[in-house]
């Protein structure tokens, strides 16, 4: 697959929900974050993650909510974050992770950044940091 | 007779609303065609039975919805799907209200269990 030609930051899901979630709020992710816009990275994160995201809100869902807030919390986490769909290459790249902890999902959001040639990954994720660590993918700005 | 005028000119108080209502939602537009272009349009509306004006939004949707692909190789552009809005502020201005006891922690690791 051809990678994009610019610099490319990956976005876990639990960075995009961490945006609509108050007590997640991390302002060293927002440092990273501003970081990233300030040096000229374009952030994507995989189809997963708008998966990831609904299902976070249908969780949360209140009698209260209606759909047009259940969209606008979704336009919310996902601002800014060009999605990529997924192919049987990610899928491939996914299984092939050595790493005994790394589960299924956090395999294919692995195997999405490396796809597209990220060189930065954000995430919440300690299992996930390690690996990104291990597989030379940088962690913070 | 004034009861007359009175309908009347409340008909055409509605319809001066629904005028006004129908303008704010909906943008009008001039849009000045090549002739070359206006034949191919006009062919086009007689071969799909479409209206030219309404081929004529939807090219423009289209090439709205994709114009921030352009800036990444052809080969790739139809695996991504452009953010639908800009980033703006990191954290939302209306965060989601959780059930009580519950964090997102929990949620988003339940989430993200591996099946059994």
């Not at chain 1, 195997?111 to 994720?125: P, R």
Request: aromatic share 8%; with cysteine; hydrophobic share 35%.
């Amino acid at each position: 697959m051809k990678k994009i030609e610019q610099q490319i930051c990956y976005l876990d899901s639990n960075v995009l929900i961490s945006r609509i979630s108050p007590e997640r709020r991390s302002d060293l992710i927002a440092h990273y974050l501003q970081q990233g816009r300030l040096q000229g990275f374009t952030f994507f994160s995989s189809v997963l993650a708008s998966l990831e995201v609904s299902r976070f809100l249908h969780r949360t869902n209140t009698p209260e909510r209606t759909q047009k807030q259940f969209q606008e919390h979704k336009t919310d986490a996902l601002a800014g974050t060009e999605l990529v769909r997924l192919n049987s290459q990610m899928l491939t790249s996914a299984s092939t992770f050595t790493f005994p902890h790394l589960g299924s999902l956090d395999s294919i959001h692995l195997g999405t950044a490396q796809a597209i040639g990220a060189s930065h990954f954000l995430t919440n994720d300690k299992q996930l940091l390690r690996a990104c660590e291990e597989v030379g993918l940088a962690t913070s700005f | 007779m004034r009861r007359i005028k009175d309908a009347l000119m409340s008909q055409l108080h509605t319809k001066a609303n629904r005028y006004r209502n129908w303008y704010h939602l909906f943008m009008s537009m001039n849009l000045r065609l090549s002739e070359s272009l206006a034949k191919s349009l006009k062919a086009l509306s007689k071969e799909t039975g479409k209206s030219q004006q309404e081929l004529a939004r939807e090219a423009i949707a289209e090439y709205v919805t994709h114009y921030k692909l352009l800036r990444f190789p052809p080969e790739i552009r139809h695996m991504i799907i452009p953010a639908e809005r800009e980033f703006g502020e990191f954290y939302s201005e209306n965060p989601v209200t959780l059930p009580p006891g519950v964090t997102s922690d929990e949620i988003m690791r339940d989430l993200r269990k591996d099946r059994l």
